[in-house]
């Protein structure tokens, strides 16, 4: 059947993500009020939005059961998916997030397979592709976003050969050694081929998710465009894959430096951990991929060694709750925490801790009050599609203070080369960088700064997202005369 809408009807330009970035909340009154969750990826989309005449986001409201009706919010027409408890715990927590997540991050930890995952992977993505075809305006573009929905750029092509489609993957696409031991691994690339334009992260990704398109599929690559055979009689399609480095809303987090409630709970932080001479301070999702336990373990050693004096120097680290009910996490959490209180134990002084660790949300303004209270700030990860916490501590730092202690493993790496680049595996390595960051003189932070925030303020997520849209208006040849399927 065609779900192609009434000419003049639709959205020109109709975004798909797991997620709808508003989260609802439960008012005294019972009745449910929607409210905007301030991630980067609504941000970008709302400079994008304001240049579109009607603009749509696909996804899950975030409980499972029925999805409540469209709706609107701050200007965009919100298309909420229904995904049942067994979705969320075979697509979402089981395929996406016990699967997909480890293998393409280097399998850190061991991929779980089961085949019931996949066939409810295959059905949720179906459902979203199938909530966003027929709200799509006649050659209108749809941006398909993540790992969690790799399938629906070919089954909204499928349904509507006529719009534009995009896909970005924000996590790190593996090397085709890895990647092949995925099961279905042949459909995910087909799924993904379903689009215009592939993009990724670091040039890394781009170059991986060729060479799994070339050996695998056995498609013609030549530079960063891609040659679908036409299956039949259809003519042949040019897919292209390139990179497009995600950021922040830069100049929004360096202009909250000079709000005053932010500056004085900068100066209130700092008093609550007793004025410290420096603070050092770790930002992650509870997740394996960000090296929680390596960061952790060069701390230990390091005040175990006596290098560190618990007395003028603290750890602050905050690790958010992720994904609680999927297993890998729940040993994660276990271990870090009892690690800290082994820490705290040790070493803390009575009434001051040695690693103040925070298991929860903290809203924009205290983020950046602690980003501005940080001295040395650890990314560690083991493997990151960006890490968006380096960007944003350089964007806190108009002061031209502070150090970045940044994995080269996090797609951050690429771009921030003034940071202090280490191999979080080597914790001798991270135990000497964390020491050179507390001890760098002012002169060379403010050189290392200055560097890094040109690039971070010069390429924000609006110009990202706008790079992206460009890029598929370039590419994207729509078959225009194509009969819907
Ligand atoms: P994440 O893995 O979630 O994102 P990251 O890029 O670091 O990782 O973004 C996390 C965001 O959450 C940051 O904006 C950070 O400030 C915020 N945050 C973390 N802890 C918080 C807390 N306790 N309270 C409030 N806010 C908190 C995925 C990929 C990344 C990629 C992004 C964007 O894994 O590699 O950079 O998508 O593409």
Redesign the pocket.
Known sequence: PTTEPQSGSGHELVVVANRLPVDARTLPDGATEWVTSPG?LVTAMESVMRTVDSGAWVGWAGSPGEAPEPFEADGMHLYPVALEQEDVEKYYEGFSNATLWPLYHDVIVDPVFHRTWWDSYVSTNRRFAQAAAPVTSRRGVVWVHDYQLQLVPEMIRAARPDVRIGFFN??PFPPVELFSQLPKRNQILRGLLGSDVVGF?RESDSLNFLASVRKLLGYHVEGHVITVPGIGSAPAREVVAKTFP?S?DSAAVSALTEDQDVIERTAQLRRDLGNPKKIVLG???L?Y?KGIRHRLKAWQELLNDGSVDPHETVMIQ???PSRERVEAYRQLRDEVELTVGRINGDFAPIGRPAVSY?H????RRD?TALFMAADVVLVTALR??????AK?YVASRPDLRGVLVLSEF??AADELRAAVLVNPHDIDELKAATLRALAMPEEDQEEAMRSLRRQVMDNDVQAWAHSFLDELEQSGKPQDDAPAV
């Not at 929860?360 to 809203?363: A, G, K, T, Y």
């Not at 990151?384 to 916490?389: E, I, K, P, Q, R």
């Open positions: 980067g924000h996590i992260q995600i922040i930002v992650d999702r997740d991929t905050v690790a958010t925070q929860r949300s903290f809203d983020m990151d599609g960006m890490n968006l916490v944003e996090a797609g």
